[in-house]
């Protein structure tokens, strides 16, 4: 018999661990035409504000060894469009959905969040990590008193489990893992962006419009790995790893480190089938290791 | 619309000058299914994580393939220029909306200056010999496709920048004279931002319909990460942010802010 790839995550039941990332999947109408998004266990929207956002001007990426950085500075078409125009698709999918919430006050994540209750929202990812705009985002996320003021006023009106999403950009990621905790998150994902910057030296001038932008891709893995293993070492809510995964080795490791599900972002832009690629070895590793279920992995790292 | 990605053989690779690749690759599906002026998303090497957008320049649907040309001008295009015929490449496309708002009119006049010259050509092709071109390099040593455009189109206009070639000058120069004289029905143009502005300013000018083919760098090339944001103008004419690779590349001259 094969092993059982779903998990449950607060309350919320995926049928496989693997998540494709906010902000590198849109809300999963491109990739649907490579294949079924039915496929996937969840899908984490695009960051969603109260109000539209255009984002950054252009450059907003840049390249670098196994990795990029980004700044596209939270474009998106505002909660109620993504209502309206974006959640019918996904509904007639069979994969989680994620909302991935952010604002600039307090005020405007409390709406936003709020507009989803009563959709067939079935999570929401709080975004507190954004490192991409100027007020907002990660100014939310960066300190624990601020985590737990966001995160407790969100679950008040929040109808749907409440996951919130950290940022590595900080001396010890734990404080802010147990803040959300705290708080009443159900969840926690991690990691986002690494801020970074590159600089054009025919120009002068930094390579992003932004001057600099978030880090992601298989360069960031190792450090978001060992996040995932301290948070989920401290945490006894579920936590959801991520940053630089592009194999299923990769899935495996951030597993074994603590997480309960994994996210898949930027191996998506070099390789369109990673995450099925990735649930695929999954499936395989278990079934050759005589695992009856994927969640027997989750945490199962034996330390020196 | 299909789209693939999938590793397709090389058929051949060759020259066109020091910096200048040409390359045809067989992909039945993909070949079947492009349309002038839409990109491949390309794997150059194992070593590079994003891939690099390119013009489609040619669809043979008789044999299967579909020809690109490049410039090589950093690493990725440096590694891609060292695949030789029979080396597969991994490609993602047809991607972008390409010229398709063209097939509306008779006869055109295409636009290109140096590495933007190669997607014109399957557009010339479409137009069955009721298009001219007007071709701009930086010098004669940098001139590619010329008999290409030769062969498919009614009149052939070369400028260079030093005069080594053809007219001395700029590519709006010839297309000035041309819309006093005799303005074709619509101008698809593909090259520096610089000359794309400036085609379009002439186009208006003359109240000729304008496509122009934008770049921007891109992570998915699908829609989906917004990254390869361009200014362009709403229905209001207020400025807002469009997606070179999924609302383009190909825009109407009169929805980009230059
Ligand atoms: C829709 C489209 C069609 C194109 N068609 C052609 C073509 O037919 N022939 C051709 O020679 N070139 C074309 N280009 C430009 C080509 O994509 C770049 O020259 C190439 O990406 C440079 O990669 P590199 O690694 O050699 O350079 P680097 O400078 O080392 O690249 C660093 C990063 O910047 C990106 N980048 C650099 N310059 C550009 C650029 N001008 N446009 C987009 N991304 C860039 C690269 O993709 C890479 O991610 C096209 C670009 C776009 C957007
Ligand atoms: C282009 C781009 C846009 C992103 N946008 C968002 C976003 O809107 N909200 C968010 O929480 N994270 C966003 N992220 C972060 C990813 O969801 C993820 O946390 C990060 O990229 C690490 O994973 P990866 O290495 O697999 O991409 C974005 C990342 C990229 C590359
Ligand atoms: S490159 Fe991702 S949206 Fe255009």
Redesign the interface.
């Known amino acids: 018999m094969s092993a059982d790839l779903s998990v449950n995550i607060a309350g919320v039941e995926f049928k496989n661990p693997v998540i494709t990332a906010s902000?590198?999947?849109?809300f999963g109408e491109?990739?649907n035409?490579?294949y079924s998004i039915s496929l996937l266990g969840g899908i984490s929207c695009?960051g969603t504000t109260l109000y539209p956002r255009?984002?950054?001007?252009?450059?907003?990426?840049?390249?670098t060894p196994?990795?990029?950085l980004?700044s596209?500075g939270l474009?998106n078409p505002g909660v109620d469009e993504f209502i309206d125009r974006h959640l019918p698709f996904l509904s007639q999918h069979d994969a989680v959905i994620i909302a991935n919430i952010a604002g600039s006050t307090e005020d405007e994540y409390v709406e936003a969040v709020r507009r989803l209750n009563g959709t067939c929202v079935d999570m929401v990812e709080l975004n507190i990590s954004c490192p991409n705009v100027k007020e907002g985002g990660v100014a939310f996320g960066t300190k624990p008193e601020s985590v737990e003021k966001i995160t407790s006023a969100v679950k008040k009106v929040c109808e749907q489990p409440l996951m919130v999403k950290l940022t590595p950009n900080v001396t010890d990621i734990t404080e802010t893992a147990l803040a959300a905790e705290a708080a009443g998150a159900d969840a926690v994902s991690l990691i986002n962006t690494l801020t970074g910057m590159r600089i054009d030296i025919k120009t002068g001038r930094p390579v992003l419009h932004n001057n600099i932008g978030g880090m992601s891709?298989?360069a960031v893995f190792p450090v978001a790995l060992r996040m995932v293993w301290q948070v989920a070492n401290k945490v006894s809510i579920p936590v959801v790893g991520m940053g630089g995964i592009s194999t299923w080795q990769n899935a495996v490791e951030m597993l074994l480190a603590g997480a309960s599900a994994i996210q898949v972002g930027?191996a998506?832009?070099?390789?369109?089938?990673a995450p099925l690629k990735i649930i695929d070895g999954l499936r395989k590793y278990l079934d050759e290791n005589g695992y009856s279920s994927v969640s027997e992995l989750t945490g199962g790292v034996e330390i020196w | 619309?299909?789209?693939y990605?999938d590793d397709f053989p090389i058929v051949s690779a060759e020259k066109l000058s020091d910096t200048v690749f040409d390359f045809k690759v067989s992909c039945p599906q993909l070949a079947s299914d492009a349309f002038p002026g839409q990109f491949i998303h390309v794997?150059c090497s194992a070593e590079?994580?994003?891939?690099r957008p390119i013009s489609i320049c040619e669809i043979d649907k008789t044999n299967s393939t579909i020809r690109f040309v490049f410039e090589q001008r950093g690493e990725g295009t440096r590694l891609l220029s060292g695949k030789k015929a029979g080396d597969t490449l991994n490609i993602?496309g047809p991607l972008g909306k390409g010229f398709t708002a063209l097939y509306a009119y008779d006869s055109a006049v295409v636009v290109g200056g140096g590495i933007g010259v190669p997607p014109l050509l399957e557009v010339a092709k479409s137009f069955n010999g009721a298009c001219d071109a007007i071709l701009g390099f930086r010098n004669s040593e940098a001139a590619i496709l010329i008999d290409d455009f030769f062969d498919v189109c009614g009149d052939v206009s070369v400028t260079t920048d030093d005069g080594s070639l053809g007219t001395h000058g700029f590519v709006t120069d010839v297309l000035r004279k041309r819309l006093e004289n005799d303005p074709p029905q619509v101008i698809a143009a593909c090259g520096p931002t610089i000359m794309l502005k400036n085609v379009a300013a002439l186009a208006k000018m003359y109240n000729v319909d304008c496509y122009v083919s934008l770049e921007?760098?891109?992570?998915?090339?699908?829609?989906?990460?917004?990254?390869?944001?361009?200014?362009t103008r709403d229905e209001n004419g207020d400025i807002?942010?469009s997606h070179v690779c999924?609302d383009g590349p190909v825009f109407n001259a009169e929805e980009v802010a230059f």
């Open positions: 902000g590198t999947f849109g491109e990739y035409k490579f695009k255009e984002g950054n001007p252009p450059v907003r990426i840049a390249e196994m990795g990029i980004n596209v474009q891709g298989p930027t998506c832009f070099n390789d369109v089938f | 619309m299909a789209v990605q794997i590079k994580l994003l891939r993602l921007e760098r891109m992570g998915c090339g699908v829609g989906a990460c917004l990254v390869c944001a361009c200014r807002k942010h999924s």
